[in-house]
């Protein structure tokens, strides 16, 4: 029987589905940690990205350090934050490994879509009598929602993939559906659980791309 045979079986088979260590469970496990990561990175790096954006001063040195956050590998993060006290945490030292790797590609993208705004509108914004805030939020941040939910959906694929080494850690997520099969020595459940996690990639792919395309009609009905 080949391995993609074997792989085949293995997710045909209902016993893999149901229960705590079955595909549904580790799913949604999976879910939950990327929605929660990319909450937070969002929630850290879009703000600032806005401001520094809106306001054209500092911006690229905070793209510039966020950015050497990528020369580290997340795993190395990872094994440095369970040796502090952050690793006693539980899943603590795998969200903070995660939301600084996908801080960079929501930093800059926000940042880029900032500044490529026109700036004859944001002037024209300005002489209308729009204080900064309101240029900011009804202005600027409309023309550059396409760039923003870039960002987003490059942050969202690469925590898809990335979120497997929270079962390195102990955590849950299709991550340890692959490390379960490398511990049975089960080269068909580690491929099945590889391409669940290229598959959940591609859907998470899918709804952002639907999401940046969809954006401009957004923008047009917000103004």
């Known amino acids: 029987m080949s391995t993609l045979t074997a792989t085949w079986h293995w997710l045909a088979d209902p016993a893999h589905w149901s229960g705590d260590d079955g595909v549904r469970h580790r799913l949604f496990q ?17 703000p600032v990205a806005l401001v520094l954006g809106h306001l054209g001063r500092g911006g ?11 020369a580290v590998p ?5 094994v440095l934050l369970l040796l502090t006290p952050v690793g006693r945490w539980g899943e603590g030292p795998t969200v903070v490994a995660l ?14 879509g900032m500044r490529e705004v026109d700036r004859g509108v944001v002037g024209a914004a300005r002489g209308m009598g729009m ?24 942050a969202a694929v690469q925590l ?5 080494i929270a ?3 102990g955590g849950g997520g299709l991550g340890r559906i692959i490390t379960a099969g490398f511990n049975l020595a089960s080269t068909p459940q580690v491929v099945a659980g590889a391409l669940l996690v290229a598959g959940f990639a591609l859907v ?7 999401a940046e395309r969809l954006a401009p009609t957004w923008t047009r009905a917000g103004r």
């Open 60 to 70: 690229a040195l905070a793209v510039n350090i966020s950015n050497v956050g990528r």
């Open 204 to 210: 998470v792919e899918g709804v952002f791309e639907l």
């Open 167 to 169: 079962a390195l850690a």
């Open 30 to 46: 999976h879910l939950v940690l990327t929605v929660v990561c990319l909450a937070l990175s969002c929630l850290v790096a879009l």
């Open 99 to 112: 939301v600084l790797f996908a801080v960079p590609p929501l930093l800059t993208n926000a940042y880029v």
């Open 131 to 154: 204080t900064g805030r309101q240029m900011l939020l009804r202005v600027e941040l409309p023309l550059a929602l396409p760039m923003v939910l870039n960002g987003v959906r490059i």
């Open 160 to 164: 898809v993939a990335t979120a497997t």
């Open 74 to 78: 997340t795993f190395a993060v990872l």
